[in-house]
């Protein structure tokens, strides 16, 4: 074999390890979850508006109607809940590659959704569908001290996509602008929070001039070392050298400092910098640190699985009447729960069909692993997706995603005219509104506003 093939080899086929492993995948799914349920929700008033919409690819436009509110939102509630039971362990490959394609749709079907971490998101839920499923008492032996490795060509795949992104990102900020710090000056001028940075170089004999050009050539640098260090974790895995281990402890440091500036700034780009700290603790720690958290977060589960589910209880294809019967009335009662309960308490467009399509996916999955894995596995899917429809229910219920949802609605109604429509949306903004921020007056202005061209012989809006 050539010296090529091994390089190649070792990159994409050495060892991974395990806690590393399933502490990433995890925690970008369970992330996702929530990101979508709070953050894209609120947006999605905005969905056909006036009949118009253009998507992100001229063939989706063709095809398929103007995207509505019901839509867009029906489908970020099956995503983020898909999401979620990704992160419960209750999907294997056909419902990541499907929670892909449910969360591709999510931003391809309008350039309203133009944050570009989202379609960073769609290559990491591929890579993750297309990787080995991995239950925690498998990627966490019995002592934290004990390390466990496997084999995984998409996460290496994963780490690649973050080099490429960081160097993508490194060459983009080479233009004259971000090099002399004109943007960074721009940035500061707003707020200023660059200042105390800006008086202590000038209290080192730099001058204004020459600090804003280090700090623009200072990007760049940092994210070519962040880039370096994910190609390391490609190259190398986990048996990288003491000098490759040092430069991934530097890359650690100037991720965490360059998303945490971004935090700072106050810069509108989602949840982005919350993803990349994860991504970046979980592929530079060390990995015995990696073990122990993962070991710690997942003993509550594994010791609970272990009192609930013992492996007793036919763990093989269904033979027991009883087991099977309690597996089923679980898989249904949790079924039922999300379409009755869940889909009205949601108080949402898309809260229709969501949840049912959400319960199908649920019901099918417990069927499957009732016929292969035993009653075991089905009653583990069921409580997953217990959890699953409870975190979803909590992340709508006491954030202001809804509040948010409405109000959004009533003041794009109100810039266009749309009174009515204004009205109904502030009405239901107002029942879901946090202390001191009803919009009630709003409601009073609209009001005004129709009583005016009532007088004035204007037909209703």
Request: charged letters at 15%; hydrophobic letters at 50%.
């Amino acid at each position: 074999m050539s010296d090529g093939s091994r390089i190649w080899n070792r990159a994409w086929y050495g060892p991974v390890s395990s806690a590393r492993y399933w502490l990433i995948t995890r925690a970008v799914l369970a992330l996702a979850a929530i990101d979508t349920w709070l953050l894209m929700i609120p947006r999605g008033g905005r969905y056909g508006a006036g009949g118009f919409n253009v998507a992100h690819f001229a063939w989706i436009d063709s095809l398929f109607p103007v995207p509505t509110p019901r839509a867009y939102v029906g489908t970020i509630l099956l995503s983020g809940f898909l999401a979620a039971l990704g992160a419960t362990g209750v999907l294997r490959r056909p419902g990541l590659l499907l929670l892909t394609a449910v969360y591709s749709a999510s931003w391809m079907m309008s350039q309203l959704d133009s944050y570009q971490h989202h379609y960073f998101l769609t290559w990491v839920f591929l890579c993750i569908a297309l990787g080995p499923h991995l239950a925690a008492r498998d990627a966490f032996a019995p002592t934290p001290a004990e390390p466990r490795t496997i084999q995984a060509w998409s996460f290496k795949l994963f780490a690649a996509i973050g080099a490429v992104l960081y160097a993508y990102t490194a060459v983009s900020k080479t233009e004259p602008e971000w090099r002399s710090g004109e943007v960074l000056i721009r940035i500061n001028d707003s707020e200023g929070k660059l200042e105390p940075f800006r008086h202590f170089a000038n209290n080192l004999g730099i001058d204004d001039g020459s600090f804003w050009t280090l700090m623009g050539h200072s990007v760049v640098l940092v994210q070519i070392v962040i880039a370096l260090a994910y190609l390391s974790y490609v190259l190398y895995g986990e048996r990288a050298s003491s000098p490759v281990r040092a430069m991934r402890y530097i890359g650690l440091f100037a991720a965490l400092s360059f998303h945490a500036g971004a935090e700072y700034f106050g810069l509108r780009i989602g949840w982005f910098s919350y993803y990349m700290f994860v991504m970046t603790l979980g592929f530079f720690l060390p990995d015995v640190a990696v073990r122990g958290v993962g070991w710690a977060l997942t003993w509550p589960w594994r010791a609970l699985m272990g009192r609930v589910l013992p492996e007793g209880l036919d763990d093989g294809p269904p033979r027991a009447p009883a087991s099977v019967a309690v597996a089923v009335a679980t898989l249904a009662l949790v079924c039922g729960v999300i379409v009755v309960l869940l889909a009205p308490a949601l108080d949402l467009p898309g809260a229709d069909w969501a949840p049912a399509a959400a319960a199908l996916i649920v019901a099918g999955v417990g069927a499957v692993r009732l016929v292969r894995r035993g009653a075991r596995a089905t009653t583990a899917a069921a409580l997953g997706a217990a959890i699953a429809a409870a975190a979803l229910f909590v992340a709508v219920e006491a954030s202001d995603a809804r509040y948010d949802y409405y109000r959004f609605i009533g003041g794009d109604s109100s810039r266009r005219g749309e009174l009515r429509a204004a009205q109904e949306a502030y009405g239901y903004a107002n029942t879901y509104a946090p202390e001191d921020a009803s919009r009630f007056k709003k409601v009073l202005d609209i009001r005004r506003r129709m009583a005016r061209e009532h007088r004035a012989g204007l037909p209703p809006r």
